[in-house]
């Protein structure tokens, strides 16, 4: 799909941020289109560009976790304690349609970059605040790291079972959801009707986070009752979960009546359907692990891979429990345009394969065609886009603005 037929194209977002969560959130907007330049500080840029299991790439500025986040962006390096940098700023901002930060509350408003004097520069600026807490409350000043806002967010309080948890989910899920709620409300303001006044989008990694944790959140509110960690059990349904196979665990879903009588008929075990205990819903769920060991007991007859295919055909909701290199190298992953391969990438000196987003648009993948930048890669060029003549641009670099 050409860049021109992308929703976002045509527009300029402004990235300021670093690690994870608001380079997810370009990441998103620039996939979809997006002119996306990312402005770094000129001592070592985003901290990501340090971090990643490759030490080589990370002493070249390029670390895996940058590079996971930032296809498609140009790289400007700014100083904005500099006055030549600020206009330098000022010039971009005047010239983009959003802007993205996850400074601490009140760091740009320091700087006067903040939202009200931006708008001098650009009255309808859709401007994005990621941080940890949001942008007053009495947390606002703590640092917005994943596994803080895992664990008061909750999630950890639910995520194992009984004998392990808390335990943090095994990837980082809140900056990944603070992320796409970030690019998500940037697209709808950017997709406001007649606007004519800027934006002010305050997304709270905490807040974002609850808003997706469903029943753990919802049975409390509405029901008063309390969530608990459950490891692989479904708390609304039984059978539902992941079940020991001769070889291998299968995730079950036989949610409804006719899916726990398929799966019965599937397994052998029939009789188990007029079993007083399991006859009903509630039944079931009132004896989940009486239900789960008799099912467990059948499947031990054969693998994951031979359950699996017949409970499908059944009508049974079921799936294998892959590594992540299983699911990469699956079909249905795989086939679909889902990774990248850049050649021969800037600053890497070899080839790299990288995720794009999990969305296809009239049925193609939508991507970048550039490699992550090294650090400032760009300056200079966008510079002179921005109207700085060789005179301009030196003397920026004499002041250390850039």
Same mark, same amino acid.
């Given at each position: 799909?050409?860049?021109?037929?992308?929703?976002?194209?045509?527009l300029?977002?402004?990235?300021?941020? @670093? =690690?994870?969560?608001?380079?997810f959130?370009?990441?998103?907007?620039?996939h979809?289109?997006?002119? =996306?330049?990312?402005?770094?500080?000129?001592?070592?840029?985003?901290?990501?560009?340090?971090?990643?299991?490759?030490?080589?790439? @990370?002493?070249?500025?390029?670390?895996?976790? &940058?590079? *996971?986040?930032?296809?498609?962006?140009?790289?400007?390096?700014?100083?904005?304690?500099?006055?030549?940098?600020?206009?330098?700023?000022? +010039?971009?901002?005047?010239?983009?349609?959003?802007?993205?930060?996850?400074? +601490?509350?009140?760091?740009?408003?320091?700087?006067?970059? /903040? $939202?009200?004097?931006l708008?001098?520069? @650009?009255?309808?600026?859709? $401007?994005?605040?990621?941080?940890? &807490? /949001?942008?007053?409350?009495?947390?606002?000043?703590?640092?917005? $790291?994943?596994?803080?806002?895992?664990?008061?967010?909750?999630? %950890?309080?639910?995520?194992?079972?009984?004998?392990?948890?808390?335990?943090? =989910?095994?990837?980082?899920?809140?900056?990944?959801?603070? /992320?796409?709620?970030?690019?998500?409300?940037?697209?709808?303001?950017?997709?406001?009707?007649?606007?004519?006044?800027?934006?002010?989008?305050?997304v709270?990694?905490?807040?974002?986070?609850?808003?997706?944790?469903?029943?753990? =959140?919802?049975?409390?509110?509405?029901?008063?009752?309390?969530?608990?960690? %459950?490891?692989?059990?479904?708390?609304t349904?039984?059978?539902?979960g992941? &079940?020991?196979?001769?070889?291998?665990?299968?995730?079950?879903?036989? @949610?409804?009546?006719?899916?726990?009588?398929?799966?019965?008929?599937v !397994?052998?075990?029939e009789?188990?359907?007029?079993d007083?205990?399991?006859?009903?819903?509630?039944?079931?769920?009132?004896?989940? $692990?009486?239900?789960?060991?008799?099912?467990?007991?059948a499947?031990?007859?054969?693998s994951?891979?031979?359950?699996?295919?017949?409970l499908?055909?059944?009508?049974?909701?079921?799936?294998?429990?892959?590594?992540?290199?299983?699911?990469?190298?699956?079909?249905?992953?795989?086939?679909?345009g %889902?990774?990248?391969? &850049?050649?021969?990438?800037?600053?890497?000196?070899?080839? !790299?394969?990288?995720?794009?987003t999990?969305?296809?648009?009239?049925?193609?993948?939508?991507?970048?065609?550039?490699?992550?930048?090294?650090?400032?890669?760009?300056?200079?060029?966008?510079?002179?886009?921005?109207?700085?003549?060789?005179? /301009? !641009?030196?003397?920026?670099? +004499?002041?250390? *603005?850039?």
């Open positions: 799909m050409t860049a021109s037929k992308l929703p976002l194209h045509g300029r977002v402004l990235d300021l941020t @670093n =690690v994870l969560a608001g380079p959130a370009c990441h998103q907007l620039a979809l289109g997006a002119e =996306v330049i990312k402005v770094e500080a000129r001592e070592g840029g985003d901290l990501a560009r340090q971090l990643g299991a490759d030490p080589a790439l @990370n002493e070249r500025l390029m670390g895996v976790s &940058f590079l *996971a986040q930032n296809a498609g962006k140009r790289s400007i390096t700014l100083d904005l304690k500099k006055p030549g940098a600020k206009a330098v700023l000022q +010039r971009l901002v005047a010239g983009s349609d959003a802007l993205v930060e996850n400074f +601490r509350p009140g760091v740009m408003q320091r700087l006067g970059l /903040g $939202y009200e004097a708008l001098a520069h @650009n009255p309808t600026l859709v $401007y994005c605040a990621i941080s940890g &807490f /949001g942008q007053d409350g009495p947390l606002r000043e703590l640092p917005a $790291y994943d596994q803080i806002v895992q664990g008061m967010a909750g999630v %950890m309080s639910i995520t194992g079972d009984a004998a392990s948890a808390p335990l943090r =989910v095994g990837f980082p899920v809140a900056d990944t959801i603070g /992320g796409l709620t970030a690019a998500m409300a940037v697209c709808a303001a950017l997709a406001e009707r007649d606007r004519t006044t800027g934006r002010f989008i305050d709270s990694m905490l807040e974002a986070v609850l808003a997706t944790m469903g029943w753990a =959140v919802s049975n409390l509110l509405v029901a008063g009752q309390a969530a608990q960690p %459950m490891g692989n059990e479904n708390i349904a039984s059978p539902s992941a &079940f020991r196979t001769g070889e291998g665990l299968l995730n079950i879903a036989a @949610n409804k009546q006719e899916q726990f009588e398929a799966l019965l008929r !397994i052998g075990r009789e188990l359907a007029h007083p205990r399991f006859v009903h819903r509630e039944g079931r769920l009132a004896h989940r $692990y009486a239900l789960k060991a008799e099912i467990e007991a499947l031990a007859a054969h994951a891979a031979h359950w699996w295919p017949l499908t055909n059944a009508g049974v909701p079921a799936g294998p429990v892959y590594t992540v290199q299983q699911a990469l190298d699956h079909p249905q992953v795989a086939d679909r %889902m990774v990248a391969t &850049f050649a021969d990438a800037s600053g890497v000196g070899r080839d !790299i394969r990288l995720l794009r999990g969305v296809k648009l009239d049925g193609a993948a939508p991507g970048v065609t550039s490699p992550p930048a090294t650090l400032g890669q760009h300056t200079r060029e966008i510079l002179a886009e921005l109207g700085y003549d060789e005179a /301009g !641009i030196g003397a920026l670099e +004499r002041e250390g *603005a850039v």
